[in-house]
């Protein structure tokens, strides 16, 4: 299977990438079919030279039923050459262990508060639900 991804470059703690077009099997720094762009995640996001892409090449490779990597799919959304992927949204990642946790045990304690009233209502339906079998069995042995 073809891949869109990155393949990695630079020093130590300096990265720099290549979107490149891969067989999946192939090592991440290995071989690849073709470089289609770059990116450079140490530049801000402002700076046009922090990604540079082939755009003829990244569509005609999609075309071919080359499949983007997540990283790679959210950098072509950015750049407005695929539609922008719906995963990897998980706005409790920027919220403090401890306040997480806090929300947590709040979350749990409000419904714990709501069950009960709707314990006083769970009777009443089980005893629609029993009656309602014996009503659809009365029928049944009429018939036979």
């Known amino acids: 299977m073809l891949k869109l991804r990155l ?5 130590r703690k ?3 990438y290549k979107v490149v077009v891969a067989d999946s ?3 991440r720094d290995g071989r690849f079919i073709e470089k289609v762009g770059f ?22 490779w999609l075309g071919q039923g080359a499949q983007p990597t997540t990283r790679v799919a959210r ?7 695929m539609p922008m992927p719906a995963n990897g949204n998980n706005p409790n990642k920027a919220v403090p262990k401890k306040e997480r946790n806090k ?10 508060a709501e069950a009960a009233p709707k314990a006083e209502a769970a009777p009443a339906e ?14 049944a042995e ?3």
């Not at 996001?45 to 569509?59: D, F, Q, S, T, W």
């Not at 929300?103 to 714990?112: F, G, I, Q, R, S």
């Not at 089980?126 to 029928?139: F, W």
């Open 39 to 60: 990116f450079n995640p140490l530049l801000p996001k402002e700076k046009k030279e922090r990604v540079g892409l082939e755009a003829e090449r990244i569509k005609y």
């Open 103 to 112: 929300k947590e045990e709040d979350n749990k304690e409000a419904p714990k």
């Open 7 to 11: 393949s990695r470059g630079g020093t």
């Open 75 to 81: 950098i072509l959304g950015e750049n407005e050459l």
């Open 25 to 27: 099997r192939f090592a």
């Open 126 to 139: 089980e005893a629609t639900k029993e009656e309602a079998p014996k009503a659809e069995a009365a029928p």
């Open 142 to 144: 009429e018939k036979k």
């Open 14 to 16: 300096r990265p720099v």
